[in-house]
């Protein structure tokens, strides 16, 4: 980690919390793991969930309870969202799909280069043909494509792993009790750290 990151990362629970927000952490699994596993919890439980997040991945959360708030990253501001009718738009799978999709097509951020040759149309054209990635691999022989059956025989084994790479993990968390965010001791908060302006918009904000 960056010397610079240090001291806001000691900061940020401090920070978070005072907004009365649970700041939640684990050794073993990823942020995405967590939010994952609440957005579940809070759809088992008939209540909605938003997911703010840069990261792809997530698209495997969303239902009818779940929606993506995905942040867009270049010279885009703001947050969209994302339901499953939007995934289907973008990738051309279903949402449980993605990380099928993911392993085929590859994703550079996590470092997956996916299947030779293999980019988003045609990932999504074997998904929808077979279902699964699983059963796409039990099907390759018989790919017409040999340049496509030769990258899906001869990748097979880094194709699954790369699945298992993308595909959330349950992280054993239910959902806190629902309650307001205070506002006013965020405000506080962020001005005991220099965030003067932050303050003032979080003071506005409570009224």
Not at 38 to 66: F, I, K, P
Not at 82 to 94: A, I, K, S
Not at 102 to 122: E, F, M
Not at 196 to 207: F, I, K, P, V
Request: glycine letters at 12%; hydrophobic letters at 35%.
């Amino acid at each position: 980690m960056p010397e610079e990151l240090v001291p806001q990362f000691g900061a940020c629970r401090r920070c978070f919390e005072a907004f009365g927000w649970v700041v939640e952490s684990s050794e073993e699994l990823e942020a995405d793991d967590l939010l994952g596993t609440y957005a579940q919890r809070e759809a088992e439980a008939g209540g909605r969930a938003l997911l703010l997040t840069g990261d792809r991945d997530m698209y495997q959360c969303a239902n009818e309870r779940v929606t993506v708030l995905y942040v867009k990253t270049g010279g885009g501001k703001g947050a969209e969202e994302v339901g499953p009718e939007e995934v289907r738009e973008r990738y051309g799978v279903d949402p449980g799909q993605v990380p099928d999709f993911i392993a085929l097509r590859g994703d550079p951020s996590d470092g997956l280069p996916g299947a030779k040759g293999v980019g988003p149309k045609t990932a999504a054209e074997l998904l929808r043909r077979h279902g699964d990635l699983e059963t796409v691999l039990e099907n390759a022989n018989r790919e017409p494509r040999p340049k496509l059956r030769g990258a899906l025989l001869d990748a097979r084994e880094d194709l699954l792993a790369f699945k298992d790479i993308a595909t959330l993990r349950d992280a054993g968390v239910e959902p806190p009790p629902d309650r307001e965010t205070d506002w006013h001791g965020a405000a506080q908060a962020a001005r005991e750290l220099g965030m003067n302006r932050l303050s003032e918009r979080l003071e506005a904000h409570a009224g």
